[in-house]
């Protein structure tokens, strides 16, 4: 039970309408600093929402309580009870107050609340609360709230901003209960201080020690946020600064603040922010820390994602950055050891002219190159060659017959068949003055194939989805953009951690599958039908199905909708596995030995690696089929790939991969 102080009126929300109220009753009535406890009502439809005016007594029953920023939160749900009484007709207490409730449906308060409403109403301190003049003005002024939120890189002297950004140096708390943050939300304000990643100065123009530089730039050794002008200064006072405290913000928390006034840091130079406490609301607070790990797809906030996806751009930089200083530092020192070692005919030698030494290096190695090329293509004249693959297909030959619900995000004017993209790849090279040709294990290539799915594994769709250990926090509500972990960002295949990550460890459940595809030439072309085994990970898998992972052991639904989609690409393609299989055991033979699992998935799981020869094992050749395989084919994207062959000392020895992108299953 309460009395209304102030109202919200409705506003639309992503799905429903809102409003909130303020209520008070008679144990926070001397509390000046504390203006009463937020009750949320969302309804579908503006029109279904309930009224109040100023000073109405609310009795609520079966509501639900939230902590939001550690203060709590009142939130009606659909079997929440709302009595209304009107406070111009609650009469004198011992009487009834039924005479002031407003009708509604369902079940009504008793004749015990009626009277409480009236002994409460005319016991509670009504001096400072708004009277009905006071409460129109403000509920039409809360229609009136601007959409104050900006990037960084937005923000001017002198206004007020709400802001999503990251902690990216721990807060300090003074005496005083203020803290001090520097946050960051990768974007860049030409009035923020110049920050520097240690070693890195060069960077930004000028010289170490600043004889040249046209600003101060200021080496902080302990500085891992973003480099250049990204970061700002923001003071943060009570009661905004008790919650950071209480919820243990440190660097790598992200936070949510709002009405943070911007202005010139005390040297004049640049623009640092303050949050402080609200006049009209003392006790309110500005200042959330919000949660990774509860964020999806679903409800994530558009701006929160756009940030972190800048944050792990940034992180990708800085990774990229250490790893070509590492190397020029080593590539110098290497040089230097060269150096040493020339002797005095060497520096004789040096002292040709520069142009002079360019020109006679270049016109030795064209002779060297023409020499090996020429003994090349006469070794390649003698090599036998293939002449039963057919190396690609015209478009005008794709052909009708074509799956219409299976899309290709990519198209090239060729498609290439599988017993080409099987061929052995050679390096032409020159060695002695002499061309060779090395084979190379893989090349980074990709592909446009007509094929139809003629196996898949594991061999039971139950288990295409595996769980598996995903580092540095929640990043699934990051899975629409294709980015699956900060590794992925790195644009290397280094899983060395540079220590500036912030999340923990947690276990995500992700697509990873395979599907062995076979030539489909179109009707009237004749061609040999090779077969390649393709690794379907997360984020192709998404793409596929159009379905996130999970469990799909205690998700049954989810395991239904999958067989559902996956129906349109292998058609019938599990009835004649589960007829083969049966067929085994009634003639008693062992099972069918899997062509392996797909490895090294681009996401990054290890598993088992198919044998070379999988590429062209035809299924179950010695259990006769009852049942002829119906799929229909379709335009497929492959790539390839490589990686390291585990199984073998060799440190360098790689195998090659293929891997399903970009195709998507239109139900």
């Given at each position: 039970m309460g009395i209304v102080t102030d109202c919200q009126a409705p506003i639309k929300t992503r799905k429903d309408f809102k409003t909130t109220w303020t209520l008070m009753d008679r144990s926070i009535q001397d509390e000046y600093s504390y203006p009463g406890v937020l009750f949320d009502i969302f309804r579908p439809e503006e029109k279904d929402m309930p009224s109040v005016r100023a000073r109405d007594v609310v009795v609520l029953s079966r509501v639900k309580v939230q902590r939001f920023a550690n203060t709590?939160?009142?939130?009606?749900?659909?079997?929440?009870?709302?009595?209304?009484?009107?406070?111009?007709?609650?009469?004198?207490?011992?009487?009834?107050?039924?005479?002031?409730?407003?009708?509604?449906?369902?079940?009504?308060?008793?004749?015990?609340?009626?009277?409480?409403?009236?002994?409460?109403?005319?016991?509670?301190?009504k001096a400072g609360l708004p009277d009905e003049l006071e409460f129109s003005q403000r509920q039409e002024m809360s229609l009136n709230v601007k959409d104050k939120f900006s990037l960084l890189s937005g923000v001017q002297?002198?206004?007020?901003?709400?802001?999503?950004?990251?902690?990216?140096?721990?807060?300090?708390?003074?005496?005083?209960?203020?803290?001090?943050?520097?946050?960051?939300?990768?974007?860049?304000?030409?009035?923020?201080?110049?920050?520097?990643?240690?070693?890195?100065?060069?960077?930004?123009?000028?010289?170490?020690?600043?004889?040249?530089?046209?600003?101060?730039?200021?080496?902080?050794?302990?500085?891992?946020?973003?480099?250049?002008?990204?970061?700002?200064?923001?003071?943060?006072?009570?009661?905004?600064?008790?919650?950071?405290?209480?919820?243990?913000?440190?660097?790598?928390?992200?936070?949510?603040?709002?009405?943070?006034?911007?202005?010139?840091?005390?040297?004049?130079?640049?623009?640092?922010?303050?949050?402080?406490?609200?006049?009209?609301?003392?006790?309110?607070?500005?200042?959330?820390?919000?949660?990774?790990?509860?964020?999806?797809?679903?409800?994530?906030?558009?701006?929160?994602?756009?940030?972190?996806?800048?944050?792990?751009?940034?992180?990708?930089?800085?990774?990229?950055?250490?790893?070509?200083?590492?190397?020029?530092?080593?590539?110098?020192?290497?040089?230097k050891r060269k150096a040493s070692e020339v002797s005095l005919s060497d520096k004789e030698a040096a002292a040709l002219n520069r142009r002079q030494r360019r020109n006679q290096s270049r016109e030795a190695l064209q002779e060297r190159w023409h020499d090996g090329v020429q003994q090349s293509k006469q070794e390649k004249r003698t090599r036998p060659q293939n002449t039963s693959t057919n190396r690609s297909i015209a478009p005008a030959d794709f052909g009708s017959d074509l799956n219409p619900q299976i899309t290709c995000e990519t198209h090239y004017e060729e498609l290439t068949t599988i017993a080409s993209m099987l061929e052995p790849c050679y390096l032409e090279k020159i060695i002695d003055g002499r061309g060779v040709s090395l084979l190379l294990p893989f090349v980074n290539r990709k592909y446009q194939s007509r094929v139809r799915v003629v196996d898949f594994f594991p061999p039971s769709l139950q288990d295409f989805a595996v769980e598996g250990k995903k580092k540095y926090g929640n990043f699934d509500f990051l899975s629409d953009d294709g980015v699956d972990s900060p590794s992925s960002m790195s644009g290397s295949g280094d899983s060395e951690d540079d220590g500036n990550t912030d999340g923990s460890a947690r276990r995500v459940w992700e697509w990873r599958f395979s599907l062995q595809l076979e030539d489909a030439p179109p009707p009237g072309v004749q061609g040999p039908k090779s077969r390649v085994w393709v690794v379907i990970g997360n984020g192709a898998g998404q793409c596929l199905t159009n379905l996130d992972a999970a469990d799909l052991s205690k998700e049954p639904k989810l395991l239904a909708k999958l067989r559902r989609t996956l129906a349109v690409l292998l058609g019938n393609l599990e009835e004649v596995k589960n007829q083969q299989t049966a067929a085994r055991q009634k003639k008693g033979s062992s099972s069918m030995k899997p062509p392996g699992r797909p490895s090294g998935g681009r996401n990054g799981t290890m598993l088992e690696r198919p044998t070379a020869s999988s590429s062209d094992v035809e299924m179950e050749d010695d259990v006769p089929a009852e049942m002829e395989l119906d799929n229909e084919p379709f335009v497929c994207c492959i790539q390839q790939y490589g990686v390291k062959d585990s199984n073998k000392k060799d440190k360098d020895a790689w195998v090659r991969m293929f891997g399903m992108f970009g195709v998507r299953i239109r139900v």
């Open positions: 709590p939160r009142l939130i009606a749900h659909h079997s929440t009870a709302i009595h209304i009484y009107i406070s111009s007709k609650i009469p004198k207490h011992p009487a009834t107050a039924k005479i002031a409730l407003v009708p509604q449906r369902g079940p009504q308060p008793t004749e015990e609340i009626n009277r409480s409403v009236c002994e409460f109403y005319h016991h509670i301190d002297e002198g206004n007020f901003y709400d802001l999503i950004v990251r902690v990216v140096r721990d807060p300090y708390f003074d005496s005083d209960s203020k803290a001090t943050l520097y946050v960051s939300d990768y974007t860049e304000n030409e009035h923020f201080h110049l920050q520097t990643w240690q070693g890195l100065v060069e960077r930004q123009g000028g010289d170490p020690w600043g004889y040249t530089s046209t600003q101060d730039v200021s080496i902080n050794r302990d500085w891992h946020g973003p480099d250049g002008k990204r970061s700002m200064q923001i003071t943060v006072y009570p009661p905004h600064a008790s919650v950071l405290l209480d919820d243990a913000a440190a660097v790598g928390s992200w936070l949510h603040l709002r009405n943070v006034q911007i202005k010139y840091g005390r040297n004049g130079q640049f623009y640092e922010g303050f949050l402080r406490e609200d006049s009209r609301y003392p006790a309110k607070v500005n200042a959330t820390l919000i949660d990774l790990e509860s964020q999806t797809r679903q409800n994530v906030d558009p701006r929160l994602k756009q940030a972190y996806s800048r944050y792990l751009e940034s992180e990708r930089e800085k990774r990229n950055l250490r790893k070509s200083m590492t190397e020029a530092k080593a590539a110098g020192e290497k040089l």
